[in-house]
C-alpha cells in the first residue's frame, strides 16, 4: 500500500483467504488507510483471522467492509476480539455472510467494550430471535453505536420484542433497519411500545414484515408521542387506508 492511499476497494476480486492474508500484513504497518472494502471475495473465517489480527494493530482504519465473505461465527468470534483491542474503527460490515446466534453474541460482548463503533450492518445473516436478544443486550450498555441494521434475520416477533426493550432505554440509537424478519402484529405492538418511549431514534425501517392493520396501528399511534422519529418505511405491509391515514396525519 503506498504512502498517500487513505481509501481501498477490493471488492469482487476473489482474494480468498490468501490474498486477505497479504492485505492484513499490510494494515499492521500501514498508518495511512482509512477506508477498506473487501466485500465478495470469500475469504471465509481464516481470511477474517487475518485481517482481525491487522486490526489489533491498525491505528487509522475508520471503514472496513466484510459483506458477502462466508463469514460465518468463528470468523465473527476473531473480529469481534479484534474490536474489543482496536480504537479507531466506526463503521463495521458484516452483511450477506454466515454469522448466526453465536457469531452474534461475540459481536454483541465485543460491543460491550468498544467505544468508537458508531455504525454496525448485520444485515442478511442467520442470527434469528436469540442473536437479536444478544445484540439488545449490549444495546443497554453502549453508548456509541448510533446505526443498526439487523435486516433479513428473521429475528420474529420475539427478537422485535428483545430490540424493543433495549429501545426503552438506548439514548444513542438514531436509525434502525428491521425489515424483512417476519415480523408481526405482536413485534409491532413492542416497537409501538418502545416508541412512544424514545426520544433518539429519527430513522425506523419495518419494511417487508408480516404486520398487519392491528400492528400498523400501534405504531401509528406511538407516533401521536414520540417526537424524534422523521422516517418510518411500513411499505409492503398490510397496513390499510385508515392506519395510512394516522402515519400521514400524526405529528
Wanted: hydrophobic content about 35%; charged content about 20%.
Amino acid at each position: 500500500m503506498t504512502g498517500t492511499l487513505t481509501t481501498l476497494d477490493l471488492a469482487q476480486n476473489k482474494i480468498g483467504n490468501k490474498g486477505a492474508r497479504h492485505i492484513a500484513n499490510a494494515l499492521t504497518y500501514n498508518k495511512i488507510l482509512t477506508t477498506l472494502d473487501l466485500s465478495q471475495n470469500q475469504i471465509g473465517d481464516e481470511g477474517a483471522q487475518h485481517i482481525a489480527n491487522a486490526l489489533n494493530n491498525n491505528k487509522t482504519l475508520t471503514t472496513l467492509n466484510l459483506a458477502a465473505n462466508n463469514i460465518r461465527d468463528e470468523g465473527a468470534r476473531h473480529i469481534a476480539n479484534a474490536l474489543t483491542y482496536n480504537k479507531t474503527l466506526t463503521k463495521l460490515d458484516l452483511s450477506q455472510n454466515h454469522i448466526r446466534a453465536e457469531g452474534a453474541r461475540h459481536i454483541a460482548n465485543a460491543l460491550n467494550y468498544k467505544k468508537t463503533l458508531t455504525t454496525l450492518d448485520l444485515s442478511q445473516n442467520h442470527i434469528k430471535a436469540e442473536g437479536a436478544r444478544h445484540i439488545a443486550n449490549t444495546l443497554n450498555y453502549n453508548k456509541a453505536l448510533s446505526t443498526l441494521d439487523l435486516s433479513q434475520n428473521k429475528i420474529g416477533d420475539e427478537g422485535a420484542q428483545h430490540i424493543a426493550n433495549a429501545l426503552n432505554t438506548k439514548k444513542i440509537l438514531t436509525t434502525l433497519n428491521l425489515s424483512v424478519n417476519n415480523i408481526g402484529d405482536e413485534g409491532a405492538r413492542h416497537i409501538a411500545n418502545a416508541l412512544s418511549n424514545n426520544k433518539t431514534l429519527t430513522t425506523l425501517d419495518l419494511h417487508k414484515n408480516q404486520i398487519g392493520a392491528k400492528g400498523a396501528q400501534r405504531v401509528a399511534n406511538a407516533l401521536d408521542n414520540n417526537k424524534a422519529l422523521t422516517t418510518l418505511d411500513l411499505c409492503f405491509t398490510d397496513i390499510g387506508d385508515k392506519v395510512a391515514k394516522h402515519c400521514i396525519c400524526a405529528e
